[in-house]
């Protein structure tokens, strides 16, 4: 086994380790809002809504929890964006900077905080705070407007509510794509927490392997079947050859991708090479 292999495997497994701690705690802030479903959703079957408005204070009470619970929510989902976007991806950065490093042969002391490096992680952590609070608001929508068709269906019959059909129609463990498919929500926060560490260490390598090593070429490692901007591209990725500006371009391809970048100090100056040859 090569040491560049095993260097890469140490990568991997150090943003395992990011990785699973960040969608740990991205699944137990959303748990509060599933939680908080289910135990209205159970309070609502058991009563029997009479004459007054909303059924009477055992359905203002369980209301009244759901809205605690949302706030309770918003709190521990923006909790984890912020430590996500301020701390951890800075390590992740720093991470993938001290690979590149490292599969060069160079101390890891090389990596400094440069304005071009700080400027590398102030866009892409602001990118993907932005993504996962417009995820945070996105469901926060979605529980309103959960807890209003409950209020509505509570003012509007006699009989036993339809459970069923409210969580159908307002699944909370779940996101919603832009196509407007609904995945779990556990599936998401792997793939998206995925999508930004990996974005986030090959920047850092593409970054370092010009500003430190002074190369502008970088070799590929990626899944055997994976394209260069996407998983379908049929411009394959593995084992060739690429610009920094390139690897820049396209740190990663597709959620859960496998992309690593290798310093290739061996062709500095070299002006004959097209990005994407093969090795």
Excluded: K
């Excluded at 090389?110 to 866009?123: G, K, M, N, Q, V």
């Excluded at 807890?147 to 009989?159: K, Y």
């Excluded at 994976?226 to 060739?240: I, K, L, M, Q, V």
């Amino acid at each position: 086994m090569s040491t560049r292999i095993r260097r890469g495997r140490t990568l991997r497994s150090r943003l395992l380790s990011f990785i699973t701690d960040a969608v740990s705690r991205l699944r137990a802030a959303w748990s509060i809002l599933t939680i908080a479903q289910t135990r209205l959703l159970n309070a609502l079957a058991a009563i029997r809504p009479g004459r007054t408005s909303g059924g009477g204070a055992a359905l203002r009470a369980a209301f009244a929890v759901f809205n605690t619970s949302l706030a309770a929510f918003n709190r521990a989902a923006m909790a984890f964006a912020e430590r996500w976007a301020a701390t951890d991806l800075p390590l992740i950065y720093r991470e993938g900077a001290w690979t590149m490093l490292d599969n060069a042969d160079r101390r890891n002391d090389l990596f400094t905080w440069t304005d071009r490096h700080r400027a590398a992680i102030t866009t892409a952590s602001a990118q993907f705070y932005a993504d996962l609070t417009g995820r945070i608001s996105e469901a926060l929508r979605r529980a309103r407007a959960f807890l209003r068709a409950a209020q509505d269906a509570a003012r509007s019959t006699a009989a036993r509510f339809d459970v069923t059909a409210l969580r159908r129609d307002h699944p909370l463990d779940t996101v919603l794509y832009a196509n407007q498919a609904r995945h779990p929500v556990d599936s998401w926060a792997r793939a998206a927490i995925t999508w930004q560490a990996v974005t986030t260490a090959n920047t850092a390598a593409a970054r370092t392997a010009l500003d430190e090593l002074g190369t502008e070429w970088v070799e590929i490692r990626d899944g055997a079947d994976c394209g260069w901007t996407e998983h379908d591209d049929p411009d394959r990725a593995n084992r060739t050859l690429r610009t920094v500006q390139d690897a820049l371009a396209h740190p990663s391809a597709h959620p859960n991708c496998q992309r690593e970048l290798l310093p290739r100090l061996d062709l500095i100056g070299r002006t004959t090479i097209r990005s994407g040859a093969p090795l």
